[in-house]
């Protein structure tokens, strides 16, 4: 009876052939836990512009922010608001007005409903 003709015989390299990688049967893998994302929301009552900077941080690090503008003046809280507007646009978050003079500024993992 003939032999299938091969081309690695014929060249003289050994018939070798390829291994199969073994299957290893166990397919879960460990997942260490993952931690739960920590919810934070704190109230200010800014007494000048100047805490806007400490709200911005906030925001920042993740916390959701009401203000309440009872302690500024119209022309400060509407400076306050804008700069806000900003902050949330930058990190993907909302600002919502709860009241005449309160507002919730949220990063981008919180949302508000009404």
Known sequence: ??????LANFF????EQPQKPQQNRNNVVPMAPKEPMKSELIICTPANYSDTDEIA??????VAVI???NKLDSNS???????LNG?????NGSITRLEQNI???TPA???VSK
């Open 1 to 6: 009876m003939s032999q299938k003709f091969n």
């Open 57 to 62: 941080q906030k925001l920042m690090d993740g």
């Open 77 to 83: 809280a509407a400076r306050m608001v804008d700069f």
């Open 109 to 111: 993992n919180f949302k």
């Open 67 to 69: 203000v309440q503008f």
């Open 103 to 105: 507002f919730i500024c």
């Open 87 to 91: 902050i949330v646009y930058a990190i």
């Open 12 to 15: 003289g390299v050994e018939n």
